[in-house]
């Protein structure tokens, strides 16, 4: 998969001359280790081999070659008295803003990757240029710290920093900062980006050639070209859903749109995203229990997968993605509860108040089995809808809270119920692939409307139906409020077969995530009937 064009004519146009002088000479191999292989992106599925840090995404790629060592690296000269070799120069890189390719020495790479432009500063991807130029690139997992390093130079920058831009796993950075601290030379012309060790600059008559090149395009932005996003099969962080909704919504801007539905007690944004150009509306939410935080991944990798399948004009068992997006706009709040989530997956050190997380009870797998908020209260109890205080106290699940609507999290999802015109709620949960979906406290006639729809459901993911009347003791349920006060069809999808009070193993997604790969388009068959 790697595209080389060999371009026979850029010698000519090269003012580049110190490093192209020696690129002519030199019948010896490159010194930099190139792609060898071909790089994870293009890939339908990019695959990462090592899990990304905690709580941040990734910051870094998987290097597509191991680092080598340099030819020549540390051994004395044996003949210290012959004049020395003519050092040897890094090749010198050309970026083109908005163009996947670009340019070592004489060769045309696909990176997959595009830089960008942001406030007047051209950003690149920091891995690929290091390692273009023979340096290498590492993360520090510990510490979040992005060290770039050549020869006896580095630069190293924090992977919170907001100098630094994250897009489906790859770092960017501003180029002249990574590329002079290296002591490089940057030039700069109307979109062309050339890197040069020592001091080089390109000019206009160069940038034309390289225009044709490099397949420039005057993007002057991110654009991406569609391709999967998303990682199911790592434990899934706020932060890295964050990152893939902001990837998602460069890479398909006329589908997706992002937005925040309120605060969690801890500050985080409850972010939510549209998906799709119709005009019924379908609301799906996931992980208002924390351990159950599979669901937030299940439902942004259908996010992804339906984006891109609508992008290639695709259907499946059926179902056509384009007419599905063209006629529905989904509503998705893939994490409900990301402060739960981060105290799951990173302990009560990484919550806001440790002292009084830790005063709290968990269960017999301690933080892994959270299922309430930050504050110790369970979403799921809290809502506004014939809730009573079941007593207790806060706690890892269970607790409905002082009064009804106390949490933040409860009042942005009401929220956004009671401000939104929709057809169908979904609140995906993770234990027992079973569906609820009718309470006794609602309009009892719903019971009739919604029945032949649920059956089909069903049908089509093999999920049981747990009964209509079933006793739920009390409510404070999120899809009981949508009954009660919308009198709209509302489920409780729980995804995954139960295994116990823990998080589902990502390592076993696609087990999970195939009965259900055409819920959303259920959902938008069955909008056109409601
Ligand atoms: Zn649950």
């Keep these: 998969m790697k595209k080389i064009i060999t371009v026979t004519t850029i010698l000519a146009v090269m003012i580049c001359t110190n490093t192209f002088a020696y690129a002519r000479e030199s019948s010896q191999p490159s010194p930099t280790p190139l792609y060898t292989e071909e790089p994870t992106q293009p890939s339908p599925m990019p695959l990462y081999t090592e899990e990304p840090a905690q709580p941040s995404p990734t910051p870094l790629q998987p290097s597509p070659t191991p680092t080598q060592p340099s030819p020549t690296p540390l051994q004395p000269s044996p003949t210290p008295l012959q004049p020395s070799p003519t050092p040897e120069l890094s090749p010198t890189l050309v970026y083109a803003v908005g163009s996947e390719l670009m340019c070592i020495n004489d060769e045309v790479i696909n990176m997959w990757e595009r830089p960008f432009v942001e406030n007047e500063i051209t950003f690149v991807p920091l891995r690929n240029v290091v390692e273009s130029i023979g340096g290498r690139a590492d993360y520090i997992e510990e510490t979040h710290m992005i060290i770039a390093s050549f020869k006896d130079r580095s630069y190293s920058v924090s992977a919170d920093d907001p100098r630094i831009h994250v897009y489906n796993g790859v770092s960017f950075v501003p180029v002249r900062e990574l590329c002079e601290t290296l002591g490089f030379s940057v030039g700069w012309n109307d979109g062309i980006v050339m890197i040069c060790e020592g001091s080089a600059a390109v000019g206009d008559e160069a940038a034309l050639n390289y225009k044709t090149m490099l397949n420039y395009t005057g993007y002057t932005d991110i654009y991406y070209t569609p391709r999967r996003v998303v990682n199911p099969y790592v434990t899934y962080s706020y932060e890295q859903m964050n990152s893939d909704i902001a990837f998602l919504q460069k890479m398909y801007p006329d589908l997706i749109s992002v937005f925040s539905i309120g605060k969690t007690t801890e500050g985080r944004d409850m972010t939510a995203f549209t998906l799709g150009k119709g005009d019924k509306n379908i609301i799906l939410c996931g992980a208002m229990h924390a351990r159950e935080y599979i669901s937030s991944v299940f439902l942004m990798y259908m996010a992804d997968t339906y984006a891109l399948a609508y992008t290639n004009n695709e259907s499946r068992d059926g179902y056509n993605f384009r007419e599905a997006l063209d006629s529905v706009k989904f509503i998705i709040v893939p994490m409900v509860n990301p402060d739960g989530i981060n105290l799951v997956q990173n302990g009560y050190e990484s919550t806001k108040n440790p002292d009084y997380i830790r005063s709290l009870p968990t269960n017999e797998y301690g933080y892994r089995g959270w299922k309430a908020t930050a504050n110790g209260v369970d979403l799921n109890n809290n809502f506004d809808v014939l809730w009573y205080s079941k007593g207790g106290s806060p706690s890892f699940g269970g607790y409905s809270g002082a009064y009804a609507a106390s949490e933040p999290e409860t009042r942005a999802m009401q929220d956004l119920i009671n401000n939104t015109n929709f057809e169908i709620f979904a609140s995906f949960h993770s234990q027992g692939q079973v569906i609820y979906w009718?309470?006794?406290?609602?309009?009892?006639?719903?019971?009739?409307?919604?029945?032949?729809?649920?059956?089909?459901?069903?049908?089509?993911?093999?999920?049981?139906?747990?009964?209509?009347?079933?006793?739920?003791?009390?409510?404070?349920?999120?899809?009981?409020?949508?009954?009660?006060?919308?009198?709209?069809?509302?489920?409780?999808?729980?995804?995954?077969p139960y295994t116990g009070d823990y998080p589902y193993p990502e390592s076993d997604f696609d087990t999970v995530a195939y009965p259900v790969r055409n819920i959303g388009l259920i959902f938008a068959d069955i909008v056109k009937y409601l």
Excluded: H, W
């Design 438 to 496: 009718m309470d006794p406290n609602c309009n009892q006639d719903l019971i009739g409307k919604f029945n032949p729809y649920i059956d089909r459901i069903c049908s089509e993911t093999g999920f049981e139906k747990m009964p209509s009347d079933g006793d739920y003791g009390y409510s404070g349920y999120m899809t009981d409020y949508v009954r009660y006060y919308k009198e709209k069809m509302a489920m409780t999808i729980e995804l995954c």
